[in-house]
């Protein structure tokens, strides 16, 4: 169950130049580490590399890759319009082809009809020896940022995209936001730590959730919340990388120095997001830089003092910041008071 307003309010504060979300003491954002202890999907790999294809080699592929007749696959992408399938006919389908029906119903239960899955990502399951090879994470997660910078459009009224990730996210790294009833059956040692907390109501309506990210400060949120978690799924210098990520034709910039108290560091002023994503790479050069993470990594330089509380801040950061960035997002008839966050009582002291 998505929490709606609790994505509302986050969704407000995402920059896409930036891809990350400003709040009062800072950035934070949805990193490769997150998703790796939170999916369990492999963030080190090839990107998924693809363009659109035509209704007829949908067709094609329906028929090859699920096993369809040729009347069954025109209905499909008759019913969709396009080089699509629904979830519902997929779901049709595997019951049909598989023995364990009552697991897949548990799986699918929650998928509607009307939902649609391109045909194109049937290619990368045509050699199923080769799938692992995938960063499945980048993929998730560069839809993740893509869909946000969609919904800041000024012409967009909602936003799609792995919003059970992000929520997810925020359950870990935020206290008071959301759910935090955790399910009993939950493993450390065996499920990702999305799993981990029950999606019940939160704060409610998203201006609630607007006031309290207002008035937050550092001794509300977790930086890095997957300490016992460590030992199922280790850290991965791939999600020191800074550059493009894409899926597809779709590529977002991924910026780990700019929340680097989420990597146990001391935050400092981060360089401009095109000198780590020029603007003029395309699609293979991005691609051939992600297969060489390590040599675009942040280095021991730019990564800086580790942190001993993970949110720490150089000297002149929070100037600098609320000097680029606008946090608040205050709303003209408030129904609750928001206390002065502690930034602005720093500020005033220093200009004193």
């Known amino acids: 169950m998505i929490d709606h307003g609790l994505i509302c309010a986050f969704v407000e504060r995402w920059h896409e130049e930036t891809s990350s979300f400003h709040l009062p003491f800072g950035e934070m954002t949805v990193t490769l580490d997150d998703v790796a202890y939170l999916l369990h999907l492999p963030i080190d790999g090839m990107f998924l590399s693809h363009g659109f294809i035509s ?69 990368y399951f045509r050699d199923l020896d080769l799938v692992a090879g995938y960063s499945w994470g980048a993929a998730a997660l560069a839809h993740l940022y893509r869909e946000l910078n969609n919904a800041t459009r000024w012409n967009c009224s909602q936003v799609a995209g792995y919003l059970t990730l992000l929520q997810a996210w925020v359950y870990q790294h935020f206290q008071g936001m959301g759910s935090k009833d955790a399910w009993v059956g939950y493993w450390e040692d065996w499920y990702p730590r999305a799993m981990l907390f029950l999606p019940l109501s939160g704060l409610g309506t998203p201006d609630n959730y607007i006031n309290h990210l207002d008035a937050l400060d550092l001794t509300r949120v977790v930086m890095a919340p997957y300490g016992e978690h460590c030992a199922t799924s280790q850290f991965e210098r791939v999600s020191l990388y800074s550059g493009w990520i894409r899926y597809g034709d779709r590529m977002v910039r991924y910026l780990p120095e700019r929340v680097l108290r989420q990597f146990g560091r001391v935050q400092t002023i981060p360089r401009h997001p095109v000198e780590s994503a020029p603007p003029d790479l395309n699609l293979a050069e991005i691609s051939n830089r992600f297969q060489r993470a390590l040599d675009y990594a942040l280095t021991p330089e730019k990564l800086g003092q580790c942190a001993v509380h993970c949110v720490e801040a150089e000297g002149g950061y929070i100037e600098w910041f609320y000097h680029h960035s606008h946090p608040h997002m205050i709303l003209p008839d408030m129904p609750v008071q928001v206390s002065r966050p502690l930034e602005h009582e720093v500020l005033d002291a220093r200009a004193a």
Not at 75 to 92: I, M, S
Not at 98 to 121: F, H, R, S, W
Request: aromatic share 12%; glycine share 8%.
């Open 55 to 123: 209704r007829d080699q949908a067709m094609e592929w329906i028929e090859l890759y699920l096993g369809s007749d040729p009347v069954d696959a025109l209905l499909e992408v008759t019913k969709t319009k396009g080089a699509y399938c629904r979830f519902g006919y997929l779901q049709r389908i595997f019951k049909d082809r598989l023995k364990e029906q009552l697991a897949l119903d548990i799986e699918y239960g929650g998928v509607t009809e009307e939902n649609v899955v391109d045909v194109v990502y049937h290619m």
